[in-house]
T-cell receptor
């Protein structure tokens, strides 16, 4: 899991509720990412950030929001607009998104369940 | 459409035996191919990364091969151990129209090692 931490490990959401997943890295990496993992599917990119105060939508950004106020932190908010939020959420970071051989280091993940 | 297909979907082998996992892709233009190991309920961990010009790369008992002409890769595990039980994910990257790197994830092969 490298120097990336995610919390909580498990999170329960009630209908209509926004919840925020935490992701912190101490690797001094510039780029950070959020992925969603569902059974039988490959990881899908939700949002990514290459630098502080800047972030871009991934392939499935609808119903999610992020912020990047500090280099080491990239929290993900799952809003009530996300109708099927139950999934395993993975945060990752890399030194520089522009370099093709940069390895992405993943956190331990947060499992989100809907009550 | 950029796709990454892995086979088999699942595999069970005896401890000490060798095995080979397959990855076929249609991603273009190809940038690099990575293999990740993901333990249940944890984040993926990088095993190897190969560029277009590399045919093989090893990491301990793991050896990855790449045939860029046929767009195929394999991950060979030698003398399997119980700790090899995990999902193995093939990830292919390409450069988008905007010049940034994008990743396409396979759905993984679930490997179970039995004593």
């Amino acid at each position: 899991d490298g120097g990336i931490t995610q919390s909580p490990k498990y999170l329960f959401r009630k209908e209509g509720q926004n919840v925020t997943l935490s992701c912190e890295q101490n690797l001094n990496h510039d780029a950070m990412y959020w992925y969603r993992q569902d059974p039988g599917q490959g990881l899908r990119l939700i949002y990514y950030s290459q630098i502080v105060n800047d972030f871009q939508k991934g392939d499935i950004a609808e119903g999610y929001s992020v912020s990047r106020e500090k280099k080491e932190s990239f929290p993900l908010t799952v809003t009530s607009a996300q109708k099927n939020p139950t999934a395993f959420y993975l945060c990752a970071s890399s030194q520089d998104r522009g370099t093709s051989q940069e390895t992405q280091y993943f956190g331990p993940g947060t499992r989100l369940l809907v009550l | 459409k950029n796709q990454v297909e892995q086979s088999p979907q699942s595999l069970i082998i005896l401890e000490g035996k060798n095995c080979t996992l397959q990855c076929n892709y249609t991603v273009s233009p190809f940038s690099n191919l990575r293999w990740y190991k993901q333990d249940t309920g944890r984040g993926p961990v990088s095993l190897t990364i190969m560029t277009f010009s590399e045919n093989t790369k090893s990491n301990g008992r793991y050896t990855a091969t790449l045939d860029a002409d046929t767009k195929q890769s394999s991950l060979h595990i030698t003398a399997s151990q119980l700790s090899d039980s995990a999902s193995y994910i093939c990830v292919v990257s390409y450069l988008s129209n905007f010049g940034n790197e994008k990743l396409t994830f396979g759905t993984g092969t679930r490997l179970t090692i039995i004593p």
